[in-house]
T-cell receptor, first 114, second 111 residues
Framework: DAGVIQSPRHEVTEMGQEVTLRCKPISGHNSLFWYRQTMMRGLELLIYFNNNVPIDDSGMPEDRFSAKMPNASFSTLKIQPSEPRDSAVYFC????????????FGQGTRLTVV | GESVGLHLPTLSVQEGDNSIINCAYSNSASDYFIWYKQESGKGPQFIIDIRSNMDKRQGQRVTVLLNKTVKHLSLQIAATQPGDSAVYFCAERSGNTPLVFGKGTRLSVIA
């Protein structure tokens, strides 16, 4: 199994631009999580999906952030417009059994907004 | 996926010694706990988990201990190796809520 696959690994963009992060969960997993990691705040859950349905998006910072999961094998996290304070490493994770089980993480996307 | 906090607690251990990494949690309703390892430039990697109906669980070279009375979790690594150098996170959840991660501890293995 290839594990959770995220793309791109690195993204540098200018303030105001739209950014789209992509994730392919582990095949067969029915839950998908988006996390953000920063030096100051550590790992924060942004949103998670169960069977492609968003369950809890209370961690999404503001309306500039949106996430979709059109099918069981693909999810996107979009930031529009991006701001320098969005600079962080964004992780996607997946699990079998919802939020009750351990999640397996991708390698992350390092986003830098200048 | 490198650093987690400006002031991460750091544990320095001699190669071959045992390591003990501690984690305190505040939610007495937490019923599931996981330890993750995060190496520089990588995502957190699942190490071992434990449910609240247990107080000890062993894996390969790792043991997790849970003390619900004082809300304390520890990860013991036997015969620590250079490859164990990383940031270690505990994570907890209660009921159907998603995992909540601690700030992490940096383990540095001295060869």
């Amino acid at each position: 199994d290839a594990g959770v696959i995220q793309s791109p690994r690195h993204e540098v963009t200018e303030m105001g631009q739209e950014v789209t992060l992509r994730c392919k969960p582990i095949s067969g997993h029915n839950s998908l999580f988006w996390y953000r990691q920063t030096m100051m705040r550590g790992l924060e859950l942004l949103i998670y999906f169960n069977n492609n349905v968003p369950i809890d998006d209370s961690g999404m910072p503001e309306d500039r952030f949106s996430a979709k999961m059109p099918n069981a094998s693909f999810s996107t996290l979009k930031i529009q417009p991006s701001e320098p304070r969005d600079s962080a490493v964004y992780f996607c994770a997946s699990s079998l059994g919802g939020a009750r089980r351990g999640a397996f993480f991708g390698q992350g996307t390092r986003l830098t907004v200048v | 996926g490198e650093s987690v906090g400006l002031h991460l607690p750091t544990l320095s251990v001699q190669e071959g010694d045992n390591s003990i990494i501690n984690c305190a949690y505040s939610n007495s309703a937490s019923d599931y706990f996981i330890w993750y390892k995060q190496e520089s430039g990588k995502g957190p990697q699942f190490i071992i988990d434990i449910r609240s109906n247990m107080d000890k669980r062993q894996g390969q070279r790792v043991t997790v201990l849970l003390n619900k009375t004082v809300k304390h979790l520890s990860l013991q690594i036997a015969a620590t190796q250079p490859g164990d150098s990383a940031v270690y996170f505990c994570a907890e959840r209660s009921g159907n809520t998603p995992l909540v991660f601690g700030k992490g501890t940096r383990l540095s293995v001295i060869a």
